[in-house]
T-cell receptor, first 120, second 114 residues
Framework: GAVVSQHPSWVICKSGTSVKIECRSL??????MFWYRQFPKQSLMLMAT?????????EQGVEKDKFLINHASLTLSTLTVTSAHPEDSSFYIC????????????????FGAGSRLTVL | AQSVAQPEDQVNVAEGNPLTVKCTYS??????LFWYVQYPNRGLQFLLK??????LVKGSYGFEAEFNKSQTSFHLKKPSALVSDSALYFC????????????FGKGTRLSVIA
């Protein structure tokens, strides 16, 4: 089955530092990956759509200079939280959509296990 | 704009009883509908989806959901709940046309009591 690996699963950092989170599709190619943010007891908020070889598409209200997304290959997308602050503490989840389906919109998204970021 | 409503924050059910987790949606055109489950500090796991065809969709772990176009609903059901079903359940929708993102409901926490 499709597997998405997300690393690290936990990270604690000091305020002002930058943190990179990796999202890898292990057994399929994904031109499109998605980054979500989840606050405690709340739903997933789509932050951005990551497209291999092109710029990410950010949702309204998400600072692209704050949350840098790079999709350098068909199996890897990274999210870098720059100059992190305590309010950036959250659970970040990536997902990937398998390439190749005739109707890719019907494809199931495969989610990573999430990365919990704590900024002190 | 597409949206999903899960009217219940919490659903409690006794083990062995049937369970229902409600979901209604709003989308332009035909919908693609999904249910995901999330266990503590974990990502989401796919349960089932409706794309086209039979309105009753069967998924993982004995779950099923019924697509009702007139009521724009896609309620998740299971005939007999297990304690291990206790988790956070998310309904999600996207439009069948265009490149719209998947939009999630706020989630419903299911507690199955032994």
């Amino acid at each position: 089955g499709a597997v998405v690996s997300q690393h690290p699963s936990w990270v604690i950092c000091k305020s002002g530092t930058s943190v990179k989170i990796e999202c890898r599709s292990l057994d399929f190619q994904a031109t499109t990956m998605f980054w979500y943010r989840q606050f405690p007891k709340q739903s997933l908020m789509l932050m951005a759509t990551s497209n291999e070889g092109s710029k990410a598409t950010y949702e309204q209200g998400v600072e692209k200079d704050k949350f840098l997304i790079n999709h350098a290959s068909l199996t890897l997308s990274t999210l870098t939280v720059t100059s992190a602050h305590p309010e950036d503490s959250s659970f970040y989840i990536c997902s990937a959509r398998r390439d190749g389906a005739a109707s890719s919109g019907a494809n199931v998204l495969t989610f990573g296990a999430g990365s919990r970021l704590t900024v002190l | 704009a597409q949206s999903v409503a899960q009217p219940e924050d919490q659903v409690n059910v006794a083990e062995g009883n049937p369970l229902t987790v409600k979901c209604t949606y709003s989308v332009s055109g035909n919908p693609y509908l999904f249910w995901y489950v999330q266990y503590p500090n974990r990502g989401l796991q796919f349960l089932l989806k409706y794309i086209t065809g039979d309105n009753l969709v069967k998924g993982s772990y004995g779950f099923e959901a019924e697509f009702n176009k007139s009521q724009t609903s896609f309620h998740l059901k299971k005939p007999s709940a297990l304690v291990s079903d206790s988790a956070l359940y998310f309904c999600a929708v996207r439009g069948a046309s265009g490149n719209t993102p998947l939009v999630f409901g706020k989630g419903t926490r299911l507690s199955v009591i032994a």
